[in-house]
């Protein structure tokens, strides 16, 4: 398990379709089931962040010109 700050975009995204596809051939039990959706949540809050401080250095880039 990989935390947000060594976590690279691509990776966070290949974990996230782990999960998803785990979830979707029933290969994660009931007990890790909690544990893996709220990785899951954390991953997609992740992206989020992500894309909104990306975004952020872009428009900074263009404003400066």
């Known amino acids: ?3 947000m700050e060594n976590l690279t975009y ?3 995204f ?11 051939e029933e290969m994660i039990s009931i007990d890790d ?3 893996q959706s709220a ?4 991953l997609i809050k992740f992206f989020q ?4 401080s990306t975004e952020e ?3 900074a880039l263009f404003s400066e010109e």
């Open 10 to 12: 691509q990776e966070a």
């Open 57 to 59: 250095e872009i428009k």
């Open 39 to 42: 990785r899951a949540a954390f």
């Open 1 to 3: 398990v990989l935390y």
């Open 49 to 52: 962040e992500k894309l909104r």
């Open 14 to 24: 290949e974990e996230l379709q782990n999960i998803v596809k785990a979830m979707q």
């Open 33 to 35: 089931l909690s544990e």
